[in-house]
Nanobody, 122 residues
Framework: QVQLVESGGGLVQAGGSLRLSCAASGRTFSTYHMAWFRQAPGKEREFVAA????????LYADSLKGRFTISRDNAKNTVFLQMNSLKPEDTAVYYC???????????????WGQGTQVTVSS
């Protein structure tokens, strides 16, 4: 099992940037695909981005390509989400998620963090 703790959320003005981090427990971090999801008030949770266990492959929501970048540091058991050119509609709770390698990046994830709030003011 893996435990996930997100950090880096906060309040930012439109056009600004934030970098989210997700620290994972355990010594098997490199065997997990990692992803970010988000959930805005009154809306369903949506996929943001995913990265393979090795970092060689990434997947993004079409609407976020070019503004968000996912990366990972397996030596530090951490996955990141760099968010640029933020818009008020990016306001949401952002969740880190994990699933074991051997499956596709898309689809369901098995382990979840508690989330971190990102608020973008206009």
């Amino acid at each position: 099992q893996v435990q996930l703790v997100e950090s880096g959320g906060g309040l930012v003005q439109a056009g600004g940037s934030l970098r989210l981090s997700c620290a994972a427990s355990g010594r098997t971090f490199s065997t997990y695909h990692m992803a970010w999801f988000r959930q805005a008030p009154g809306k369903e949770r949506e996929f943001v981005a995913a990265i393979s266990w090795s970092g060689a492959s990434t997947l993004y929501a079409d609407s976020l390509k070019g503004r968000f970048t996912i990366s990972r540091d397996n030596a530090k058991n951490t996955v990141f989400l760099q968010m640029n050119s933020l818009k008020p509609e990016d306001t949401a709770v952002y969740y880190c998620a994990a699933k074991r390698r051997g499956t596709v990046l898309a689809g369901t994830y098995d382990y979840w963090g508690q989330g971190t709030q990102v608020t973008v003011s206009s």
